[in-house]
């Protein structure tokens, strides 16, 4: 099954733009849908948006404005870019596969600090 | 939006026991034209990413204990736990796939053991 690794900075500023990367290791991005997915302490999980392997995209239209997804099929990676953040972004952060998910990246703790 | 109301919040049953979480959609999320329900179900333990249990309402996914079955058609849906072990305290969520402009969860549900 496949294997996903993500990275990115995990403390930002109010204002800063998050930016994540996940690859996928021991499989192809072809044919499937690649998630972010995002969970607020003590919360269920909130889907931030997804690209498929020929790069279609849908957002959240909650977080539509300040998001953008992109994929790298040369190096088996997706990314995402969230940008003006606030408190209320705090979080932790996955990437997944799937429309039901079912590989899922170790997460990013995501927090912000003035 | 497709609204998961998962219940209840929160569960206590004794080893061996039977344990039962309910989802209900806010809209059917059953497509007709493959009879198949869109939801799937996951388990997560603290510091972990949701874990996948249950796909198209009933499909186990691969390595899953067949003491987890899931049921329920249309608007109503259900995660069974057979006889609870004392690793499956976790919490639960439900989540349906059936609007692919946005994908949306259960709130949780906390099991414990009594």
């Known amino acids: 099954q496949v294997q996903l690794q993500q990275w990115g900075a995990g403390l930002l500023k109010p204002a800063d733009t998050l930016s994540l990367t996940c690859a996928a290791y021991?499989?192809?991005?072809?044919?499937?849908?690649w998630s972010w997915i995002r969970q607020s302490p003590e919360k269920g999980p909130e889907w931030i948006g997804e690209?498929?392997?020929?790069?279609?995209?849908t957002y959240n239209p909650s977080l539509k404005s300040r998001v953008t997804i992109s994929l790298d099929t040369s190096k088996n990676q997706f990314s995402l870019k969230l940008r003006s953040m606030t408190a209320a972004d705090t979080a932790v952060y996955y990437c997944a596969r799937g429309y039901y998910f079912d590989s899922w990246g170790q997460g990013t703790l995501v927090t912000l600090s003035a | 939006d497709i609204v998961m109301t998962q219940s209840p919040d929160s569960l206590a049953v004794s080893l061996g026991e039977k344990a039962t979480i309910n989802c209900k959609s806010s809209q059917s999320v059953f497509y007709s034209s493959n009879n198949k329900n869109y939801v799937a179900w996951y388990q997560q333990k603290p510091g972990q990413p949701p874990k996948l249990l249950i796909y198209w309402a009933t499909t186990r996914q691969s390595g899953v204990p067949d003491r987890f079955s899931g049921s329920g058609s249309g608007t109503d849906f259900t995660l069974t736990i057979s006889s609870l072990q004392a690793e499956d305290v976790a919490v639960y969520y439900c989540q349906q796939y059936y609007s692919p402009l946005m994908y949306t969860f259960g709130q949780g549900t906390k099991l414990e053991i009594k």
């Open positions: 021991g499989g192809s991005l072809r044919g499937y849908h």
């Open positions: 690209i498929n392997h020929v790069g279609n995209i």
